[in-house]
């Protein structure tokens, strides 16, 4: 028998809008699903827009299974001043005429942080230090550093470049760059836009950001909080979700009655988690092969709710 829980369920990829937090998201989810039920998976900043993926009643299990190891964004960065955040919203620390910097010397400071590269993360990032979140710290004056952590930075596009400023008139030159990038999971765009900046011996920061895409969701699988409160739908059942984003191998209905009571199926010598799918559809596991069993990580359909 079908469960209500299952029927609900989901992935609902939501276009964030500028000044709520992730968290905001996740409980107006609750609000209109009507349902403590709702997860989050990679925070984004109240500054950025953009694809945010919230997991509704037994999707929010997915959450730590999705591969979400790559990610893109356009963004714009600001040539010309650092701020205590690398972004808009911080207090301004240096300011510095950028309208010297030729084309040529951005593209090889853009080249330079391109690929596999060593990055420190913004000291206002959810990164521990001692226990505590360092944005927590910095609020509290704390003085400390963050290591460098290796991230990979596939793509550092150039789409357009600004220059504004009149020197003449006392105004210091800055330099808008919108970009687009794609990179690993952990990878700050702001601290790119910091370390450009720094680069360049002009300071820089983040003026925009916008998530296009995290794995294979991206902004045409999301719709703004006001359109899912109209419609009340996910964006993706769970079915959708995890065919979507694992490796599939199709199964007998026997087969899906063993691995739904928690027992095993015999290995095909696929690699990695993939899903097993029944012959109406559903999908019924998330499975892992080990030796002679393919045992699941998460059963998504278990014998009491089918």
């Not at 997991?55 to 356009?74: F, N, P, V, W």
């Not at 095909?268 to 998330?286: F, R």
Request: hydrophobic share 40%; charged share 25%.
């Amino acid at each position: 028998m079908a469960d209500a829980t299952i029927e609900k369920a989901g992935l609902l990829i939501v276009d964030k809008q500028a000044g709520i937090t992730s968290h905001d998201v996740v409980s107006r989810c609750r609000k209109i699903f009507d349902t403590r039920r709702v997860g989050h998976a990679g925070t984004l900043d109240p500054m950025a827009t953009g694809v945010l993926v919230v997991g509704i009643e037994r999707a929010t299990k997915l959450l730590g299974l999705l591969s979400l190891t790559t990610k893109s964004y356009a963004a714009t960065i600001r040539l010309g001043a650092s701020t205590t955040t690398d972004d808009r919203e911080g207090e301004i620390l240096t300011t510095a005429d950028a309208s010297g910097v030729t084309d040529d010397e951005i593209a090889s400071g853009v080249a330079d942080l391109t690929g596999d590269i060593q990055q420190v993360p913004a000291k206002v990032s959810a990164i521990k230090v001692d226990g505590r979140r360092a944005h927590a710290l910095v609020r509290t004056g704390a003085d400390f550093d963050l290591e460098a952590r290796p991230v990979t930075v596939s793509r550092f596009d150039m789409l357009a470049t600004r220059r504004d400023g009149d020197t003449d008139n006392g105004t210091p030159g800055v330099v808008d760059l919108d970009v687009a990038v794609d990179c690993s999971s952990g990878t700050y765009i702001r601290s790119l836009a910091r370390d450009l900046g720094a680069a360049l011996g002009v300071g820089g920061h983040l003026t925009a950001l916008r998530r296009t895409a995290v794995g294979p969701f991206t902004l045409e699988h999301a719709r703004t909080l006001d359109e899912v409160r109209e419609d009340g739908r996910v964006s993706l059942d769970i079915d959708e979700a995890v065919k979507l984003s694992f490796p599939r191998r199709d199964i007998s209905d026997d087969e899906a009655e063993s691995i739904s009571q928690g027992r095993w199926l015999e290995p095909i010598g696929m690699k990695g988690v993939y899903v097993v799918v029944d012959p109406h559809e559903q999908a019924i596991a998330l499975i892992q092969e080990k030796g002679k069993r393919a045992s699941s990580v998460m059963v998504v359909r278990p014998a009491t709710l089918r």
